[in-house]
C-alpha cells in the first residue's frame, strides 16, 4: 500500500505564503505525476499545480503567477511554495499522485492514484 502525507497548511494573512509538502511512502516501484488540488467548503476540487517525472509543471489559473510546484524524487516529495495569499485560496490541499506499487512477491501494479487526507489553508486576517 502507499500512503501520501501532507503538511505546512495553516493560518496566513492576506498576502502571506506558505510552503506545503507532500511525501509518499509504502512500497513504492515508480511514482508519475504529482500534484495538488484544493476544495473550498460547497465548492468543487479543483487543480492547483501538476508537475511531472521529468519536471514539467500545470500550473491551474487562479494561482498563475503566484505558486511554484516542485519535486524531490529521491525522496518522493512534491512541494507547493504559494506566495501573495489571497482569502479565496483558503481551502482543504491534497496531494495526488500516480504511483506503480510493488506487490509482496515483487510483480508491480498498475498505475493507480493515491490521496493524501489534506492539509487546511485558511488565509484570513
Known amino acids: 500500500q502507499v ?3 501532507e503538511s505546512g ?3 496566513v494573512q492576506p498576502g502571506g505564503s506558505l510552503r506545503l509538502s507532500c511525501t509518499a511512502s509504502g512500497n513504492i516501484f515508480s511514482i508519475n505525476g504529482m500534484g495538488w488540488y484544493r476544495q473550498a467548503p460547497g465548492k468543487q476540487r479543483k487543480l492547483v499545480a501538476y508537475i511531472s517525472p521529468d519536471g514539467s509543471t500545470n500550473i491551474g489559473d487562479p494561482v498563475w503567477g503566484r505558486v511554484t ?3 524531490d524524487n529521491t ?10 495569499l489571497k482569502p479565496e485560496d483558503t481551502a482543504v490541499y491534497s496531494c495526488p499522485a500516480t504511483v506503480m506499487s510493488r506487490g509482496p512477491g515483487g510483480d508491480v501494479s ?11 489553508v485558511t488565509v484570513s486576517s
Open 69 to 71: 510546484i516542485s519535486r
Open 3 to 5: 500512503q501520501l502525507v
Open 75 to 84: 525522496n518522493d516529495t512534491v512541494n507547493l511554495q504559494m506566495n501573495t
Open 110 to 120: 498498475p498505475s493507480t492514484t493515491f490521496w493524501g487526507q489534506g492539509t487546511q
Open 9 to 11: 497548511g495553516g493560518l
